[in-house]
Each structure stands twice: as C-alpha cells, then as structure tokens.
C-alpha cells in the first residue's frame, strides 16, 4: 500500500496503476497522454509547502499543489486530482490541472484518499506544512504523554527479531493465541481484522488462517519490515494482510473493522502503557458490534508470605554496612540502598502454597459495552457508543422488559455525564488507565508474616461458535483465558510480587485491608503504590481498631528479575493453593456471563524444567 516513507515522514508516496493527464495551463491540446507503466504518488513537504507529485518516470512528472488541489472519486480504483491554476499572472487566461489516475487495488486507494486528507488538513489547520510533514506536524496521542527516549527504546527493542522469538517461543502465550483464534473462526471468516502492534506479524497470519477477509498489521517499530518479509513468505496467507508501519496513533486505515488482535499486555498487565493504544485502536478503528481479541484482563493479587525472598532482598543492602571499605564508611547510604531494593517490584514464578489468602481480582474489559446498574444495584442494561452520533451519545438497550419506562430500544439517549438517575455507566476509556486503584481486602487464611502482595494477571478471549442444528445456526460462547497464574504453565510474564521492608504479622481469620494504586508515568509504565494493614483482631478487635499498616513505592520500569534459581517445587496431595489456578483450556458456555474458569487441569508437579 504505502511503498515508502522517508527522512522523519516528510514524504510518503503510493503507487498507482497509471495515469492520464486531462490537461494543463501550459497544453492546450485536447489529447489525453496516457501511460500504462507503473508510476507513484508522493507526497512532499518542501519550504512548508506540501505537494503531491505524479511521477511518471525520472524525468516526467506532474506535480500539484495540495492546498488547491481537489479529489474525486470516480470509481473503486479510478480518482481524479483537480488543482485550479495559480492567479500569478492575472494577465493570462486561467486553466487547470486535471489528473486522472488509477489504483492497483481497493485498499491502495483508500490509503491514498486518507493520506490525502491527512495531508490537506495540516495545510488547511496549520496554514503552511511544518518540517516534518504532516504526522509529524500534528503530535498524536501517543507523543503527547511518553518521553520520546522512552519511546525510542521501546520500538528500539521490539525492532529486534530476537525479542519477537521469545515471545513467539512463549507457547502457552502463543498457542493460546493460535487456540482462541482457531477455535472461534466464526469471528474471523470474511472479517476485515487489525492486528494492534503487530511485530513479526504472527497473529495477522493466524487471523487469515482463519478467514479473514482482511488484515490490516499495525506495528510501530522496524519490526513491520520483517514482518512484510514473512507475510510475503506465506502468499496464501498473505495476500490478505497489508502491513502499515507506523503508530496505531497516527495511521489511518481504509475501513473499519470487525475485530481488534492484539497481544499488548506487559508485567502486571499493563507494564508498557500498550492497553491504552489498543483502547485508542478500538475507538479509531473498530465498526459498531466489533470484537475485541482479547477481550477482558483481569489483575489478580493475593498477600504472600516467603521469608528467603525478604531476607535476599535486606541482605543486598548489607554491602552498605561496612565501616571500612577501602578506609570509607558506607553506612551513610545504607538506608538508601535498602529503599532502593524493596522499591523494585520482583518478577518470578514462585510456589502458590506461598499465598496466603484468597485472591481478589481487578477486571478491565477492554471492549466498550458495559453494564448499567440501577441504584437498586442490578443489571438493567447495556450500552455502547453510537459512533455515527455525538461522543456522549449512547444506544440503549434493556436486557428484559421489566423496567417500564423506557421501550426495549432507545437510541441515543444522550447522558451528559457518567451519571444519569438511577443509572451508572462504565466505560474503559484509555485516560481510565492512567492511574488504577484497587481496594484489598482479604482474610488471612493461616497466621504468618506477610511479606507483600503477589500479582498476576489473565487475559479472555470471549469468542463465537456457530453449531447448525438442522439448518438453525446456533451461537455459543467459547472462552479462552490465557494466564499467568502461580502453578499454571509459566509464560514470559512470571508473576510480580510487591514486597514490604516491614512485614505484617496476622492470625489466621484476620482481615487485611489496604490499597494498590498504580500511577501511569511518561516511561511507558507505572508507579506502584502499596499499603496494607491488618486490623486486631479477637476479642475486643472492634475498639481496637488497625493494628500494624506497611507501604512501599515501586516502580514497575525496574524490576528485579529473579529467575535465575529455577524455583521447584512440588505440590503435596493435602495442600491446595488459596486461589483458583486458571487453565487456560476451552470452556464452553451459551452466556456472555465473565465467570471465574473451573480448575481443568491439575497444576503441574514441577515447574523446574519451564524455567529459563
Ligand atoms: C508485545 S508485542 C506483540 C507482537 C505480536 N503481536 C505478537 O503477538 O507476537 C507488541 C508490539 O506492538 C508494537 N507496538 C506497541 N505500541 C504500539 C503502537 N502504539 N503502535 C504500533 N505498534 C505498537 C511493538 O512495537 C511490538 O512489536
């Protein structure tokens, strides 16, 4: 589609079928020249003024002035360019320039026709083109809240082929992936798909084996080349994917489409700040009754105990202690260095026997319908944004009839708030996760030392299979959770633990309360703030009020990777793990319901040999 773009994008050029020039101020002959040669459209920003130039060959070029130019569709793969003549000499008679051309197929020319637009905007907004053209020219979402350093060493690293392998060598992430597409082809057969952060382009090519109309791989790195490289490897498969490199931001796409693919989930699940593009991709890209792939995230967080992990995490510190280092005394920085170690969050895969309490779980549903409660607290409806109306404009629709004011459908009810009477709305906005707080509340299942909150996450893809039963479609529910679960299969992510430098002390049936909230930064992740405290407890606890709290700060950019003591263990008969272990095995059910997935497999004796 778009062949080429060059130094900081102040060019960007197509190509075109051929073209036929109608006529020109300077020809006066009603003969049309017409090629059939293969020629490009480039667009170009020069001394602030931006071009678009039919290049024919080297030397034989028609080039029109975007700020005047006009174009028309004539037909799927024909347009016309129409750019009035210039009033620099009013003396002569005034002709203009008229450019017909043709695409070599549909979604170049929706390519072309958005760029065009792209670039007549900036024209017409900014008066003159700033330097970089027109995307560099107007800063996106994107360049506006991450620090272009940040930025450039993220796509640095996912440009890389060997950080592509190991996720592609992650197989419980990507055969998941496989699974979840495979297993819910209805979603995908004759569907136009948009893989968000595309990389080697894997989940493109599992979308058009199952169907897909089209894809479209967004992926902002160097990593899009490669990923042309394979999907040009796979013709079959390819011939349906078009790759577009550049932010899922910034780009634009010729259509809308049916479903959103992406993996975009980091430590802790939203490590990377990508939740927030592939919320961004679903509002820029994704029709009405769209899918979302994955569909909800869950965070999931238990209080742990393990005293060898705090006592490694205080020792390393203890090199601070020494009077004499070389003749210096380094206790002066001891403190420091201690804050330091317990400000890094720790990534692992640790034995769940070490929980102490029955989970709890954060849920982000990624897709845009949410429940509507009534003040009595039940479920009365959902809604969506009705996209061709105004963004606080919202279509209704009531689960049952017993609400007797409003019939079964109400279009565009506008609500002008988050709040309207008896009703709240839940929309996952991509500004929702700039900073998440989540309450905790557990109760302590033995009585031990808590050393901190362990965390980890699990992502649903809530699929559509079709049964035909005597030539009536039925539709069911397949879910597929892919987790990163304590005891499941472990996958690149591990698991997080958040420690405390000062642990608690509970009895078993205690109540641990506390909150974890985590603060987006400019680097592509999160400050993590933790408290916990736990209340007295016995007899006379409700005069005695909260017994011990302890906090700490994290950030989740630094974390201290501790996987290089494989960590076995081994599961006895008589002992459970407090919380549920999800497998990620197919479960299919006839609701829509986000229920908690039953315990399918038994979790693994040892983890020793998936360890890298
Ligand atoms: C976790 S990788 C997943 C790659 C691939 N989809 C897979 O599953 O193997 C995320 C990819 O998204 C890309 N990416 C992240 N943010 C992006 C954005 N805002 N626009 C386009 N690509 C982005 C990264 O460069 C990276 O290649």
Redesign the pocket.
């Given at each position: 589609m778009e062949i080429q773009r060059q130094s900081k994008q102040q060019q960007q050029e197509f190509a075109l079928a051929s073209i036929t020039e109608l006529a020109s101020s300077s020809t006066t002959s009603s003969c049309s020249r017409s090629q059939s040669v293969p020629v490009t459209a480039r667009f170009s920003a020069d001394n602030g003024v931006a071009e678009l130039r039919f290049n024919r060959d080297s030397d034989d070029s028609i080039t029109v002035d975007v700020k005047t130019a006009r174009i028309f569709k004539l037909g799927p793969l024909q347009s016309v360019c129409i750019t009035e003549a210039s009033d620099a000499d009013s003396s002569k008679e005034k002709y203009s320039t008229g450019v017909n051309f043709q695409f070599r197929n549909e979604e170049e020319s929706g390519a072309f026709h958005c760029a065009f637009e792209q670039w007549k905007k900036e024209v017409t907004v900014q008066g003159a083109l700033l330097p970089n053209g027109p995307v560099m020219a107007c800063k996106s979402k994107?360049d506006d809240k991450i620090e272009p350093s940040s930025a450039k060493m993220?796509?640095h690293?996912?440009?890389q082929l060997l950080h592509?392998q190991n996720?592609?060598q992650d197989y419980v992430?990507?055969g998941t992936?496989y699974a979840a597409v495979i297993e819910n082809r209805a979603d995908f057969f004759g569907r136009v798909v948009v893989?968000?952060?595309?990389?080697?382009?894997?989940?493109s090519l599992f979308a058009a084996q199952a169907g897909a109309k089209h894809v479209y791989a967004?992926?902002?790195?160097e990593?899009a080349e490669y990923a042309r490289k394979l999907i040009a490897g796979n013709p079959s498969l390819g011939e349906r994917i078009t790759v577009i490199k550049?932010?899922?931001?910034?780009?634009e796409l010729p259509e809308k489409a049916d479903i959103l693919?992406?993996?975009?989930?980091?430590t802790l699940l939203v490590n990377?700040r990508?939740l927030e593009?592939y919320v961004?991709a679903r509002d820029r890209f994704l029709g009405p009754n769209g899918k979302m792939f994955p569909t909800v995230g869950r965070i999931h967080m238990a209080p742990f105990s393990d005293e060898y992990l705090f006592v490694e995490i205080a020792n390393k510190a203890l090199f601070w202690q020494q009077q004499s280092y070389y003749g210096v005394d380094l206790t002066p920085l001891h403190g420091s260095a201690f804050g330091g170690y317990f400000s890094q969050p720790v990534v692992d895969a640790f034995d769940p026997r070490l929980l102490v309490a029955p989970t709890i779980c954060h849920v982000l549903d990624f897709t845009e319908i949410k429940a509507l409660y009534s003040n009595l607290g039940c479920i009365v409806g959902y809604c969506t944004p009705e996209r061709s109306f105004a963004s606080k404009a919202f279509r209704f629709f009531l689960m049952s009839d017993s609400c007797p004011f409003l019939p079964d459908e109400v279009t565009a009810l506008t609500f002008l708030g988050s709040t309207h009477q008896n009703f709240s709305l839940f929309f996952l906005q991509e500004e929702d996760l700039y900073e998440i707080d989540i309450p905790l509340k557990f109760i302590a299942s033995v009585g031990t030392r808590i050393h901190g909150l362990a965390c980890w996450f699990d992502v649903l893809f809530n699929g559509r299979q079709v049964f035909v039963l005597i030539f009536i479609p039925l539709f069911y529910t397949v879910q597929r959770w892919l987790t990163t679960a304590p005891g499941a299969p472990t996958t690149h992510w591990y698991q997080l633990r958040c420690v405390l430098s000062q642990p608690l002390y509970v009895m078993a049936g205690q109540e641990i309360t506390g909150q974890l909230r985590m603060v987006a930064h400019n680097a592509q992740s999160y400050t993590i703030y933790l408290t916990l405290s736990a209340k007295m407890w016995g007899p006379g606890a409700e005069q005695g009020g909260i017994l011990q709290t302890s906090s700490c700060k994290l950030d989740l950019k630094e974390p201290y990777y501790r996987m290089s003591q494989p960590q076995a263990y081994a599961m006895a008969q008589d002992q459970q793990p407090h919380q549920l272990i999800h497998s990620q095995d197919i479960q299919i059910q006839a609701t829509d319901d986000l229920e908690e997935p039953e315990l399918i497999q038994p979790p693994p004796q040892n983890l020793e040999g998936q360890l890298q």
């Open positions: 994107f993220y796509f690293y996912y440009g592509q996720m592609l992430r990507t992936y893989d968000v952060g595309a990389g080697s382009g894997i989940l967004i992926e902002a790195s990593m550049g932010k899922v931001e910034e780009v693919i992406s993996e975009p989930m980091g990377e990508m593009s961004i």
